[in-house]
């Protein structure tokens, strides 16, 4: 049986994060907040399930409150799935990155350029029970270069053909709707409202 909880920890330093979560739980009944100090646990999983379940559990004992965590990254079909878990670590700043993976791609054709942005959102209870887990993806292409300024990381770069415009050139409204993220928050949300035992 799933407990009845009224509080919720947040492992994550991004206060955009942070601030979305709490809108979308006003008037739950479940008060969000986020992690304070230092919190930087190894990501040391092969999933992004494995990750979020790390970072939430490890939340979960510093604050003895059951916890939310979430993981993403992008994963290049033409890659095998890199840079996958790798995502953040994969080059030093968002540029290096987008320009290393079009570097790896560069006589790849526009057919075999699949790729998905996943996210994997986990809620643990106080002593680290996985309670719930979700995860998303979002599917599109790696351009040819970059384009649009909205967003962050790989967005420039992520291509969606159903809009004819990357990640970067949409609006985070038109983004929410339809990202890896937007889709997991909506269900983690819609489970912590209405699927757990109340
Ligand atoms: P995190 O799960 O927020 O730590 O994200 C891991 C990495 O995946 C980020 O540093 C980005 O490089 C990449 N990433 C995750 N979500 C997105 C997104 O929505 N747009 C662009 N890059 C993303």
């Known amino acids: ?14 206060k955009n994060k942070l601030s979305e979560v709490k809108k979308m739980l006003e008037n739950s009944g479940i008060e ?21 379940y ?3 559990f490890e939340a979960a004992k510093i604050t003895n409150l059951p916890a939310l965590a979430d993981d993403s990254g992008l ?17 030093k700043t968002d540029e290096k990155r987008n320009n290393k993976l079009l570097q790896e ?12 942005f996943v996210c994997s959102m986990v809620i643990v209870s106080s ?12 599917e599109g292409k790696i351009a040819f270069s970059p384009s649009g300024g909205h ?3 790989y967005d420039p770069v992520f291509y969606l053909p159903e809009k004819n415009a990357t990640m970067a050139e949409l609006t985070m409204e038109e983004k929410n709707k339809i990202s890896h993220r937007g889709k997991a928050l909506r269900k983690t949300v819609e489970w912590l409202i209405c699927g757990r035992n109340i």
């Open 127 to 138: 002593e680290g029970e996985k309670l719930f887990s979700v995860t998303e993806t979002c």
């Open 75 to 91: 994963v290049v079909q033409a890659l095998n799935g890199r840079p996958g878990v790798y995502s953040s670590r994969y080059e």
């Open 105 to 116: 791609l560069k006589d790849v054709s526009a057919e075999k350029r699949s790729a998905k």
């Open 1 to 14: 049986m799933t407990e009845k909880f009224t509080e919720l920890v947040f492992a994550t330093k991004n």
């Open 151 to 153: 967003g962050f990381g």
């Open 32 to 52: 969000v907040q986020g992690i304070e100090g230092e919190f930087s646990p190894e990501e040391s999983g092969d999933t992004f399930e494995q990750n979020a």
């Open 54 to 56: 790390i970072k939430a």
